[in-house]
């Protein structure tokens, strides 16, 4: 509780700012923090954004749950449907496409460009994640017609309606004057921007008819992608064990957490060394904190003096002080978090600036706020200001009433 005297003391230097929260050396310690802390907050929203703007990324273009052939390159088409047809049924699976890939080229004049072809059956495709980012044309699967990333697009001069021609090696088939590789020309039917930058610049997609006639394959499948619901996404370690027993032991399973674990468990240690050295800013402005401590228990040494004449105790003196500037402290810690929000807005709203694909994976800028990450700043912020408050306060306990009237 607060006493009479600590009312009177705050309210007195509430009613007269220009003595005391108006000072420069106040003024100085009070922006030091909401710069401090707004650097913090932005630095780490704008990291948790990318966090998890890389991992919906990732959960929508990649299949939660993969299924291949143990010892072959692909599947026979009706070992496929046959799997496909229990993982349907059970309660986890939210959908499952057979799916065909292959390495190929795509070639347009002069300019070539290795790709990923990843085909569909048509029939068996509605819902696939894919048409989420159809950002032109059709994101429907016909014969003789592709889409593909919006980079690849850009690097070939490809647009919807143009025609380009895709080129599959067949290293298997040598002839006396060398490789005969397979080839057919297409029509781009639709442009796919999912903002994962390695698909936007090299993948293909097509039907399933059409990947066949250019490789040359007659009902095989590469692996099923298998969806889950939402809810059963962090189970895919223990629903691949269950799927295993489920199609066999000659189709091999991996899921998404383990394709991308080293991946996401790297970020989230880069998310918080970034927080920790943002972090000594804070510390920084908490040097301010002392300077202005001492600046402040020098100049009221006088009222220091009256009140210790008339019984007060060191710590409750040290409390009206304390009290005092961590409200000081509070109110610009929360100033801070709320100016952090709007220069993360701000950057992810800008035009000017946008991450590499090649180097971040992702080539846009997000931001998300988060009341973990918020109370963390402001937990780690509070106490850096508390410890750079209570020490400096130490030394009213070493003053003493004689010293301090001799010397005024």
Same mark, same amino acid.
Not at 13 to 18: L, S
Not at 229 to 258: C, M, P, R
Not at 355 to 371: A, C, H, N, W
């Given at each position: &509780?607060?006493?009479?005297? /600590?009312?009177?003391?705050?309210?007195?230097?509430?009613?007269?700012?220009?003595?005391?929260?108006l000072q420069f050396g106040f003024l100085f310690m009070i922006v030091g923090i909401i710069l401090s802390v707004s650097i913090l907050s932005a630095g780490l929203n704008l990291f948790e954004g990318y966090q998890h703007t890389l991992k919906s990324l990732t959960l929508n273009t990649v299949s939660h749950i993969s299924i291949a052939s143990v010892s072959e390159r692909s599947l026979p088409g009706s070992r496929g449907q046959e799997a496909r047809q229990l993982l349907l049924q059970q309660q986890e699976v939210k959908s499952v496409y057979p799916i065909l890939t292959n390495s190929v080229m795509m070639q347009r004049g002069a300019k070539v460009r290795g790709c990923y072809l990843k085909a569909y059956d048509p029939l068996a495709s509605q819902g696939a994640s894919y048409h989420d980012y159809i950002s032109a044309g059709s994101a429907a699967l016909r014969e003789g017609k592709i889409i593909i990333g919006y980079y690849l697009a850009e690097e070939l001069g490809l647009k919807v309606g143009d025609f380009a021609s895709v080129v599959y090696p067949q290293l298997e088939k040598i002839t006396p004057l060398g490789f005969y590789p397979s080839q057919r020309t297409f029509e781009i039917s639709g442009i796919y921007r999912?903002?994962?930058?390695?698909?936007?610049?090299?993948?293909?997609?097509?039907?399933r008819q059409s990947a066949e006639e250019l490789l040359g394959i007659k009902?095989?499948?590469t692996y099923l992608e !298998?969806?889950?619901?939402?809810?059963?996404?962090?189970?895919?370690?223990?629903?691949?064990?269950?799927?295993? /027993?489920?199609?066999? =032991?000659?189709?091999?399973?991996?899921?998404?957490?383990? =394709?991308? =674990?080293g991946l996401f468990r790297l970020i989230v240690l880069e998310k918080w060394l970034i927080f920790i050295l943002?972090?000594?800013? !804070?510390?920084?402005?908490?040097?301010? !904190?002392?300077?202005?401590?001492?600046?402040?228990i020098y100049d009221k040494k006088a009222e220091i003096a009256i009140?210790?004449?008339?019984?007060?105790?060191?710590?409750i003196i040290a409390r009206l002080f304390n009290l005092r500037i961590a409200l000081t402290c509070i109110f610009s810690l929360i100033i801070g978090q709320i100016l952090g929000t709007i220069i993360s807005f701000v950057i992810v709203k800008q035009g000017f600036y946008q991450?590499?694909? /090649? !180097?971040?994976?992702?080539?846009?800028?997000? &931001?998300?706020?988060?009341?973990l990450?918020?109370?963390?700043i402001f937990l780690v912020a509070t106490m850096m200001c508390y410890v750079c408050i209570v020490v400096p306060l130490r030394q009213i306990a070493k003053m003493q009433i004689i010293d301090i009237l001799r010397n005024k």
């Open positions: &509780m607060i006493s009479n005297l /600590e009312r009177f003391w705050l309210s007195r230097y509430i009613r007269t700012p220009k003595r005391s929260f999912s903002g994962f930058y390695e698909y936007d610049r090299s993948l293909i997609l097509c039907s009902d095989r499948i !298998v969806y889950l619901h939402d809810k059963y996404l962090d189970k895919a370690d223990d629903l691949s064990e269950k799927f295993e /027993e489920l199609v066999g =032991q000659d189709l091999y399973i991996t899921n998404w957490k383990a =394709q991308n =674990q943002f972090s000594f800013l !804070v510390l920084i402005a908490g040097l301010n !904190v002392v300077s202005a401590v001492t600046a402040l009140l210790k004449a008339f019984g007060a105790k060191d710590r991450l590499k694909g /090649e !180097v971040y994976f992702i080539d846009q800028i997000s &931001m998300r706020i988060t009341p990450n918020q109370l963390a």
